[in-house]
């Protein structure tokens, strides 16, 4: 049973940083295609970072330079790293994973594992 939980959320003024990390059980990153996505209510879910098996990293434009994804293979646990967060960075930021053929995109039906969620406002 492969489960996602998510931490590192918070608030912070813009600017600002934070770390978000993404525990994995049942599973392991090192195999699988892992994702970090972000909701605001009412809108669709948006890719934000990917890691496809291989360590190919993808991000949308609007998060380039700013964040950065990575993995502890050793502990099965993904980060996203957030840094100049800006007011409009503000959204329920979701971990994603798929263990079956993927390529590790940014497209959210590319994955069928999620995480509940850690909320991220920037102010």
């Known amino acids: 049973h492969v489960q996602l939980v998510e931490s590192g959320g918070g608030s912070v003024q813009a600017g600002g940083s934070l770390t978000l990390s993404c525990v994995v059980s049942?599973?392991?990153?090192?195999?699988?295609?892992m994702g970090w996505f972000r909701q605001i209510s009412g809108k669709e879910r948006e890719g934000v970072a990917s890691?496809?098996?291989?360590?190919?990293?993808s991000y949308a434009d609007s998060v380039k330079g700013r964040f950065i994804i990575s993995k502890n293979n050793r502990k099965n646990i993904l980060y996203l790293h957030l840094y100049s967060l800006k007011s409009e960075d503000t959204a329920m930021y979701y971990c994603?994973?798929?263990?079956?053929?993927?390529?590790?995109?940014?497209?959210?039906?590319?994955?069928?594992?999620w995480g509940q969620g850690t909320q991220v406002t920037v102010s």
């Open positions: 994603a994973a798929e263990s079956n053929a993927c390529s590790g995109g940014l497209q959210a039906y590319e994955y069928t594992r």
């Open positions: 049942g599973n392991t990153v090192s195999h699988s295609c």
């Open positions: 890691i496809n098996r291989h360590g190919r990293e």
